[in-house]
């Protein structure tokens, strides 16, 4: 199958369900990743879109924890950088419509200890599929690059987002684990 194929049939498949119903398949994804995080000091999330597993409060929960909340910030047409999240009024809308951080860019890489990534599908062997713009690839590729033993790659996803096999390219970035 295709990668432009598999993205339909997901987001076909993601239409399905009610705002409320992703909601309330986001809480077991989220228990069981809660433990995977208990160690972890700096954390790359995400602040999740309508359609993908909610993390908004987990990242809330992280920080109140007192763990540094790292998120993503698109700044170009193939770029991001990270910027720290202290708590929603950190928020404002960017591109794409996401609500991105604010404040200074973090560059302090080799100190993430753990990344959770979006994506559309993920399969067994930890092979991801996004929305096809190349931001998350691009970017852990330079952060794998430099500091690939220095922390954990987790792809998030409902479970209906598992599929057999995810077509590959060359660039494409494998996750360590898949919840």
Do not use: W
Not at 33 to 58: C, F, K, W
Not at 60 to 88: F, S
Not at 118 to 131: E, M, N
């Amino acid at each position: 199958m295709r990668k432009e194929d598999l993205r339909r049939q997901i987001q076909q498949i993601k239409r399905q369900f009610t705002p409320q119903q992703l909601e309330e398949l986001s809480l077991p994804v989220i228990s069981r990743l809660r433990p995977l995080l208990a160690d972890a000091q700096t954390i790359m999330a995400y602040y999740s879109l309508p359609d993908e597993v909610n993390t908004h409060g987990l990242i809330d929960e992280l920080v109140a924890e007192g763990k540094t909340v790292l998120l993503p910030k698109v700044t170009g047409t193939d770029t991001m950088e990270l910027r720290r999240y202290t708590g929603r009024a950190d928020l404002q809308e960017g591109t794409y419509h996401i609500l991105e951080p604010v404040g200074e860019p973090f560059t302090d890489y080799a100190a993430i200890d753990l990344i959770l990534v979006p994506g559309l599908a993920f399969d067994a062997v930890g092979h991801r599929l996004g929305r096809g713009r190349g931001y998350y690839d691009r970017f852990l590729l330079s952060l794998f690059t430099i500091h690939y033993s220095l922390f954990t790659s987790i792809g998030v996803c409902f479970d209906f987002q598992k599929v057999d096999e995810v077509p590959v390219d060359a660039h494409d970035i494998v996750m360590d684990k898949v919840i």
